[in-house]
C-alpha cells in the first residue's frame, strides 16, 4: 500500500501509522513531498517500513517512478493531508512525485486531513472535500483538540487507529470486482417526434455514472452505455453512446455478450412516436396527433437469457416504492432492483442524493432511505460483488 506523507506538523503520526500498518501486514510504500521531509526524515520512514523513501520523479532512474508506484499501489492513504495537497488532489494538479502518484492510480484513496481551524474551514477547502468525496474518497477527520502554536480547534490529525480502521475498509472493497466486466448504463433515452422534438424524461445520467465509477475504481472492465444528458460521464469506462431506445437496446445487448454483470441505471422511455416527421412539425398546423407505441423493454430480455449473469434494474416511483419494485424484480427475473422515490424536490433525477431502497430476488433488502449516490453506487457494487462471489 501506499503511504503519502505531506508538509504539516503532524507528519509525526504517520510514523505510528507506518508502525500500525506494517503490523496489520501490509508492505508500506511511503513517498513523502518535500516540506513533508522538513518535519520528518525519509529515514525514519525507511526504518519503519523496510522499504526505501521516495521524494522525487527521479529518486528511480531508469523506470517512470510515479506510475510504477501507482500500479503497484492496492490501496493509497495521505496522512496528513494538507490543504494544499487536497486543493492539487481536487483538481488534478500533478506538480510532484506524490500527486502524480496519485493522479496515476486507480486504487481506493484515504485521505486524513490535518491543519489549521481557519484553512479547514475556508469554502475552498470545504469544496476541495466536497469533491474528493463525490468522486469515492474516503475522509478520516480532521479531529478537534490541540493545534500547533497553541492553538486548539478542529483540523487535528485523525488517530493513527482510526485511520487504519479507514485504509483496511477500503482494501476490503479496493479491487473486489478486479477481473469482472459490467455493462452500465447511464441517462435518458429521446424518441424522436419530429428532427427538432423528442419525447423524453428529466434523467441526468447521474446515477449511471457514479455505479460506473464505483465499479472501475474496484477494478472492473466497465462498458457504460450513454443516453443525452447534461452531465460529463466518468473518465475510464468504454463510452458508448445513443440516443433511442432502441440503439440502447442494441448497444446493451452486443457490450452484454460475456459481461458478468448488467446494470440498468438508464431511464429508458416507454413509448416512442409511432410515426417520426421527416420536417419539422409546424406551430401554424396546429398540435400533431401522436400515437405512442412500447420502445423495447431492454431489462426483460436480458432477463429471459440470463446466461448466468448478474441483473440489476432501476426503478422510479411516485408512492408505493417498494410494492412497484418488488413487482418489477420478479416480474422481469433481476438479482436486485433500486427503486427511487422521484417526483418531489432532493430524491431522484437531476438530484444528489436518492430516497430509495436495494430490492433483493433473495429478499435481503436494504430499506428505504436517504442515499448519496455515491453511497449507493457503493452498496449496489458491494451487492454485485458478493453474488459474483458465489
Not at 67 to 89: I, M, S, Y
Not at 112 to 133: F, I, K, S
Not at 151 to 177: F, N, S, T, W, Y
Request: hydrophobic content about 45%; aromatic content about 4%.
Amino acid at each position: 500500500m501506499l503511504l503519502g506523507v505531506t508538509g504539516g506538523v503532524a507528519a509525526y503520526k504517520a510514523c505510528f501509522l507506518t508502525r500500525l500498518l506494517s503490523g496489520a501486514g501490509a508492505e508500506v510504500q511511503v513517498v513523502m513531498t518535500g516540506a513533508a521531509a522538513r518535519f520528518v526524515g525519509p529515514d525514519t520512514f525507511a526504518a519503519l517500513s523496510g522499504r526505501p523513501v521516495y521524494t522525487e520523479l527521479w529518486d528511480d532512474p531508469g523506470s517512470v517512478l510515479h506510475v510504477r508506484l501507482a500500479r503497484e499501489a492496492e490501496v493509497a492513504v495521505v496522512a496528513p493531508a494538507t490543504a494544499n495537497v487536497l486543493a492539487k488532489l481536487a483538481v488534478g494538479i500533478a506538480d510532484d512525485l506524490l500527486t502524480s502518484t496519485l493522479l496515476e492510480a486507480r486504487c481506493p484513496l484515504v485521505v486524513a486531513p490535518a491543519m489549521h481551524t481557519g484553512m479547514w474551514e475556508q469554502p475552498a477547502t470545504r469544496a476541495n472535500v466536497a469533491t474528493l468525496l463525490e468522486r469515492g474518497v474516503r475522509v478520516v477527520g480532521p479531529a478537534t483538540g490541540p493545534l500547533a502554536h497553541g492553538d486548539e480547534g478542529v483540523g487535528r490529525l485523525a488517530e493513527p487507529e482510526e485511520i487504519l480502521a479507514a485504509v483496511e475498509e477500503a482494501a476490503a472493497h479496493g479491487r473486489d470486482l478486479a477481473g469482472r466486466r459490467l455493462v452500465v448504463t447511464a441517462g435518458p433515452t429521446w424518441e424522436p417526434i419530429d428532427p427538432v422534438r423528442f419525447v423524453g424524461n428529466r434523467s441526468t445520467g447521474r446515477m449511471g455514472f457514479a455505479v460506473a465509477k464505483e465499479a472501475w475504481d474496484r477494478g472492473a472492465d466497465v462498458t457504460l452505455v450513454v443516453g443525452p444528458g447534461t452531465v460529463e460521464p466518468p473518465a475510464g469506462p468504454r463510452l458508448v453512446r445513443v440516443t433511442t431506445a432502441e440503439e440502447m437496446r442494441a448497444a446493451v445487448l452486443a457490450a452484454a455478450e460475456g459481461a458478468d454483470a448488467v446494470v440498468m441505471a438508464a431511464a429508458v422511455a416507454d413509448f416512442r412516436p409511432e410515426r417520426v416527421a421527416g420536417a419539422k412539425l409546424k406551430k401554424e398546423a396546429g398540435p400533431p396527433e401522436l400515437r405512442l407505441v412500447p420502445t423495447p423493454d431492454i431489462l426483460s430480455e436480458l432477463g429471459a437469457a440470463r446466461s448466468g449473469r448478474v441483473l440489476v434494474g432501476f426503478a422510479a416511483e411516485t408512492d408505493d416504492l417498494e410494492g412497484g419494485g418488488r413487482a418489477k424484480l420478479d416480474a422481469k427475473g433481476l438479482d436486485l432492483l433500486v427503486v427511487n422515490e422521484v417526483g418531489r424536490p432532493g430524491t431522484g433525477f437531476g438530484s444528489d442524493t436518492n430516497h430509495a431502497a436495494i430490492l433483493s430476488a433473495t429478499g435481503e433488502d436494504s430499506p428505504l432511505r436517504e442515499w448519496t449516490k455515491r453511497e449507493l453506487a457503493a452498496a449496489l457494487c458491494d451487492r454485485i460483488a458478493a453474488l459474483l462471489a458465489r
